[in-house]
């Protein structure tokens, strides 16, 4: 599968992709760099069938109004150090690429318990992406200190 990775998210990501048998570009492999257009980023992503993966929300309203990118991840982890980001990201990578098997866009977002006698509760990518959900699956990791899970979400295509 192939990928290119936004500007605000760490350049080891496409690395990861790579190690995984990805085709992986960062946007800082692009000739402008982290200064490359979001419409540039569509364009790339269309001609070379990139999943765009980013925490921008303006691919969201580009994917919605225009089905540009191809394909999108998007991250909605918050701000977290990049480690976190990456040891979250890491495991789910092949349930990501078979994510878009069936999907047009997909959210990698964390769940955090909210208190010992509660289920975990995700939250609510759906407010950024208002599509149909498939489900995915979940990874318990640790973030601050605390436990956290990262889950797959899954939105269908049309």
């Not at 570009?25 to 490359?36: A, S, V």
């Not at 149909?132 to 200190?145: A, C, D, F, K, L």
Request: hydrophobic share 40%.
């Amino acid at each position: 599968m192939n990928f290119l990775v936004d500007t605000q998210l760490p350049h080891r990501l496409a690395h990861r992709l790579r190690d995984a048998g990805h085709d992986a570009l960062h946007t800082l492999d692009l000739p402008k760099g982290n200064r490359t257009a979001d419409t540039e980023i569509n364009e790339i992503s269309a001609r070379e069938h990139r999943v765009v993966i980013t925490k921008d929300a303006d691919f969201v309203s580009s994917f919605l109004l225009e089905r540009t990118p191809y394909k999108l991840l998007l991250i909605s982890t918050g701000n977290i150090a990049n480690a976190d980001l990456e040891a979250l990201f890491v495991p789910l990578i092949s349930a990501l690429a078979t994510a878009f098997d069936t999907s047009c866009a997909t959210g990698l977002t964390p769940f955090w318990p909210t208190k010992a006698n509660e289920p975990n509760r995700r939250s609510r990518p759906s407010a950024r992406m208002p599509m149909p959900m498939i489900g995915g699956p979940v990874r318990e990791s640790y973030h601050n200190g605390r436990s956290s899970h990262a889950g797959v979400i899954q939105y269908a295509c049309d």
